[in-house]
């Protein structure tokens, strides 16, 4: 699949602010400064579609891209940012929970982990939340492009035992780097076979 038209839509501070359509969403998400906007902007091939910042946490709202007037991307708040008040942490718990409980449209939770870091109870905790809460989702593995090849290798191979650990079929996985476009074609084109599903009649 290829992006040929992404767009903003609107903020949202609530779920039920989200637009009002029926389209399918795809929704973005990790830990602070694991490189989401650059991720976003790499896929939709546009360097100003969601706002980077070398201060993470700058994601407050959920934020609507549509792209190819054919579906959504949604930009979720980061988690984890430790520089933020308890009670603005838990409005955004809130808010992202209550976005992936409650949006019918939500097709797939994109969870975005840097694959420098050892696999991060923060992660591994959400990871488990969606699953508990049969969400269906894949892991994006970010910044691979700081890694050699083979040390990257050696990392997605221990996120996969550590998840194995609970998990009897690990769900898909993804290694992108922004910098060098790395994982866009493979990401797409797995959103593309799902938006194709769901056009097709089931018998």
């Given at each position: 699949m290829e992006?040929?038209?992404?767009?903003?839509?609107?903020s949202a501070p609530t779920v039920g602010m989200c637009p009002a359509d029926t389209k399918p969403?795809?929704?973005?998400?990790?830990?602070?400064?694991?490189?989401?906007?650059?991720?976003?902007?790499?896929?939709t091939n546009n360097r100003r579609l969601a706002k980077t910042s070398s201060t993470p946490g700058k994601t407050l709202l959920i934020n609507h891209f549509i792209i190819?007037?054919?579906?959504?991307?949604?930009?979720?708040?980061?988690?984890?940012?430790?520089?933020?008040?308890?009670?603005?942490?838990?409005r955004l718990d809130q808010m992202i929970r209550g976005y992936i409980l409650q949006r019918?449209?939500?097709?797939?939770?994109f969870v975005l982990v840097d694959v420098r870091l050892d696999p991060q109870p923060i992660?591994?905790?959400?990871?488990?939340?969606?699953?508990?809460?049969?969400?269906?989702?894949?892991?994006?593995f970010t910044k691979t492009d700081k890694l050699t090849?083979?040390?990257?290798?050696?990392?997605?191979?221990?996120y996969k035992q550590k998840?194995?650990?609970?998990?009897?079929?690990?769900?898909?996985?993804?290694?992108?780097?922004?910098e060098k476009k790395e994982g866009r074609d493979s990401l797409l084109d797995y959103i593309g076979q799902i938006n194709l599903s769901l056009k097709t009649p089931t018998l």
């Open positions: 992006i040929k038209q992404a767009e903003f839509v609107l969403e795809y929704a973005f998400i990790g830990r602070s400064n694991v490189g989401k906007s650059s991720l976003i902007n790499m896929l190819n007037k054919e579906w959504y991307l949604v930009d979720l708040p980061g988690y984890g940012y430790a520089k933020r008040s308890k009670s603005e942490t838990d019918p449209q939500l097709v797939n939770v992660d591994l905790s959400f990871i488990e939340w969606l699953g508990m809460s049969s969400i269906p989702f894949s892991i994006v090849p083979n040390k990257v290798r050696q990392a997605v191979e221990a998840l194995s650990e609970t998990w009897e079929e690990l769900p898909p996985m993804f290694q992108t780097s922004s």
